[in-house]
């Protein structure tokens, strides 16, 4: 008997069997309260064409919906471990929870990695450690073209606009920026109202020119330096592209575009809001840098760089090859890994296009240093930066600073529920539901985002101090180790191989490995 006969012989011989016993003893109708709506249920179920596992389970069917709907959370809070947990493991987000209130952030009786496992990585300590000197170091932004330079934190708020988050969390965001001296990006979705508590701010500009934008949808000048020239906005970041959706443009869902985010961005309501893929203000690499320029005129002098997610190598070394040729440099250039996160992106851009940070991180570095570009800016890194060592491994392979957004989300009180594509956040982050975001007190979160900033710069300068080394800059490729093996272990230079000064600039010292793409790289091309 298959399961739908079952139902059809269990609903009838339900149904008499109380029909009958009701004629002795009444009260037994009322299991029809329960009985009915199961049968109606299950007859709906047969009769309806869209789900093939209710038509032949009827009922029973929807315990298979239930469990489904369930198991990110039995998944959360029962079955993974503590460091298997994906994006972020447990580990790391109970790192950031504790940091973030305050509380006791150790760890007893010993690591819980596997330190004999292939991808195991550390850093070496000196055995005449230093003391702490510098407690508030700053990464100088701004080279000689710059009239405002800006001194910023080693880490910092990374970019998510005001429409993938909410007004409450980027109020505390800018709060925290703000009481604890660190810059906040505002993402492309252009400054909101929420975004000036007074935290320093880095204005993205994507390719929707989100509040520099003209009627068409092309970057709007005298906009631009209306809202450059305010004093909070230290520096400007054009992006290109991001590591979680790489040259898919963006995209804020219909379900949360207020009529307040349609203003702000001046993008019609009830519509998916769509950054293109690429810009429209230049179409080459000459053409950044031309607009580098433009921006840092329009802006008055502050520093401006791009972001972007190394794809085809040969089409950033395009952009060296512009540099090399107009003789401008961006101020800064923010490298940002496949594996970075998003408010929304396909399925295929998230998991399978980008490079990731640290392999992209290098290539950067190493560019700019072959071609002896690399003192002209400074290079920032975005990556699940979420403990003072991410930082550090991050440093050594050549970043200046790193910036983080979901370590910052999840201090704001995130818990990873991932359904920022939703509107249903749990937490109020993520949503434009006013029910929703209004219980994320401001003020209480502003506070915890701070001390995990504050404690992580702690942690950062304790981390140099133990590695024997007095600042940021010292740290080097082979102060960190990979184990690749049971038995073999590889410093970052080792791995990770540098390339020479200069070396890029004459075919006789350009590396084997670099000729082909160096030579294919056109300042004119993409
Ligand atoms: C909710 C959310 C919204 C984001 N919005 C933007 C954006 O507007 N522009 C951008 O360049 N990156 C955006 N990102 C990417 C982050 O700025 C960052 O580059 C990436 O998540 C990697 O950093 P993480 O690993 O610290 O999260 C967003 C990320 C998240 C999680």
Redesign the pocket.
């Known amino acids: 008997m298959t399961v739908k006969q079952g139902f059809v012989v269990i609903s009838i011989t339900a149904t008499l069997l109380i029909l009958g016993i009701g004629q002795f003893w009444s009260p037994i109708y009322w299991l029809f309260l329960l009985v009915a709506p199961l049968i109606l249920l299950g007859i709906y179920d047969i009769l309806q064409k869209r789900h093939t596992i209710l038509r032949l389970y009827p009922v029973i069917g929807h315990g298979r919906y239930l469990f489904e709907s369930v198991r990110p959370e039995i998944q959360q809070y029962f079955v993974e471990s503590d460091i298997d947990g994906r ?2 493991n447990r580990e790391f987000r109970a790192l950031v929870y504790q940091r973030a209130k305050g509380s006791n952030d150790t760890r007893p009786f010993g690591t819980q990695f596997d330190v004999y496992r292939s991808g195991y990585e550390w850093v070496n300590h000196s055995l005449s450690p230093k003391a702490v000197t510098e407690r508030d170091p700053r990464i100088h932004f701004g080279g000689s073209d710059c009239l405002k330079p800006y001194d910023a934190s080693p880490l910092n708020i ?4 005001f ?3 909410s007004k409450n969390a980027i109020s505390a965001l800018n709060i925290a920026a703000k009481t604890g001296g660190f810059s906040h ?5 252009g400054i909101s109202p929420y975004h000036l508590a007074g935290g320093d701010l880095v204005w ?1 500009i ?1 390719t929707g020119y989100f509040g520099c934008r003209g009627p068409q949808g092309d970057f709007d000048a005298d906009k631009f330096s209306k809202q450059a020239s305010n004093d909070v906005v230290k520096m400007i ?1 054009i ?1 290109l ?4 959706k790489p040259g898919h443009g ?1 995209i804020l869902p219909a379900a949360k575009v207020t009529q307040e985010i349609a203003d702000i961005r001046h993008v019609p309501l009830g519509h998916d809001v769509i950054s293109p893929p690429a810009h429209s203000a230049f179409d080459s690499p000459k053409g950044l840098l031309d607009f580098v320029v433009t921006l840092r005129d329009l802006s008055g002098g502050k520093p401006v760089g791009f ?1 972007l ?1 190394i794809g085809d190598k040969t089409e950033f070394l395009s952009i060296v090859k512009a540099m090399l040729e107009t003789g401008i440099t961006p101020d800064f250039i ?1 490298i ?2 496949g ?6 992106a396909p399925i295929e851009l998230t998991n399978s296009v980008g490079m990731p ?1 640290r392999d992209a991180l290098i290539f950067v570095n190493n560019s700019l240093i072959g071609s002896g570009l690399r003192g002209r800016m400074k290079l920032i890194a ?5 403990s003072a060592f991410h930082m550090l491994r991050l440093m050594a392979l050549g970043a200046d600073a ?8 999840l201090a704001l009180g995130c818990i990873q529920s991932r359904s ?1 594509n939703t509107g249903h956040c749990p937490t109020g ?2 949503t434009q539901n006013p029910a929703r975001f209004k219980a994320l007190d401001i003020d209480h979160k502003a506070e915890r985002v701070a001390n995990y900033h504050s404690a992580m710069i702690e942690h950062l300068v304790e981390l140099i101090a133990v590695a024997g080394l007095e600042r940021l800059d010292q740290l080097k490729p082979e102060d960190i180790n990979r184990r690749v093996s049971g038995t073999d272990v590889r410093n970052y230079r080792e791995l990770y191989p540098c390339i020479t000064q200069d070396c890029l600039l004459d075919n006789a010292t350009c590396p084997d490995s670099w000729k082909e793409r160096w030579s294919l790289a056109s300042a004119e091309a993409w």
Not at 158 to 161: D, E, G, H, L, N
Request: net charge neutral; glycine share 22%; charged share 15%.
């Open positions: 994006p972020i990374s970019a998510m606009s429409g993938a988050l990006n505002t993402g492309e979705g993205q994507g970041e992006k592209s991001q590591g979680a963006g972001k997610c923010t940002d890994g594996e970075g996160g998003t408010g929304a940070l975005s990556g699940k930066a979420l790193v910036n983080s957004a979901r370590a910052m989300m920022c982050i993520t």
